[in-house]
């Protein structure tokens, strides 16, 4: 069941859990770090909340589709798996694979610890690799940075050269009225 549930979590970027709780997808965007001179990659994390809201129709209509099972299947199956999972033990930590851990605390509530995934690893600006690339360099002088292209001179032979040529618009406008009044009167007689 979980990989159903997961599977709807992240093509939805949120999924309920009756009785425990939502789980929602945060993105976090990209960053230029210009202190370090880093580019920080985006960062998806998950936040859970212990709200109890309806739980969306469309996703007892994608576990039936899913599992190959009625809709009143999928909806027992999520209340069975939601009831095994709320009647844990104290103390006892379940791990969501891709979520995080879920705990119960000594009021029993459950407290969320989301795990820290970085897909992405931050790039340094200040490579020699990316500073031969000609594409950007910073430069820093006390508060201000300033962000600055390079252009690159294009050799005289790779240059396109547009000659002014006759326009004849007006042929073309001429075909296409000439068509729609062919249509005109195919249409009417």
């Known amino acids: 069941m979980y990989q159903f549930l997961y599977k709807y979590f992240i093509l939805n970027k949120k999924i309920s859990l009756p009785e425990i709780g939502n789980f929602y ?20 994390t998950v936040q859970f909340t212990r709200e109890n809201l309806a739980v969306d129709q469309k996703m007892f209509y994608f576990l039936s589709e899913e599992m190959n099972i009625s809709e009143v299947e999928a909806i027992r199956q999520l209340n069975d798996f939601s009831r095994q999972i709320k009647h844990t033990a104290k103390g006892k930590a379940i791990e969501l694979p891709g979520l995080g851990i879920l705990t119960k605390n000594n009021n029993d509530e459950f407290q969320f610890q989301a795990i820290a995934q970085k897909i992405l690893p931050e790039i ?22 300033i962000i600055a292209q ?27 009225s000439i068509m729609g009044v062919g249509a005109l009167l195919y249409y009417y007689m």
């Open 25 to 44: 997808l945060n993105e976090i965007p990209a960053k230029i770090d210009f202190v370090a001179q880093n580019l920080k990659a985006p960062e998806q």
């Open 150 to 176: 390079k252009a690159v001179p294009i050799p005289e032979d790779e240059k396109i050269q547009l000659k002014e040529q006759d326009d004849y618009w007006w042929v073309y406008a001429i075909i296409l």
């Open 124 to 145: 340094s600006l200040n490579t020699p690799v990316i500073a031969n690339a000609h594409l950007a360099e910073l430069y820093g002088s006390g508060e201000t940075k």
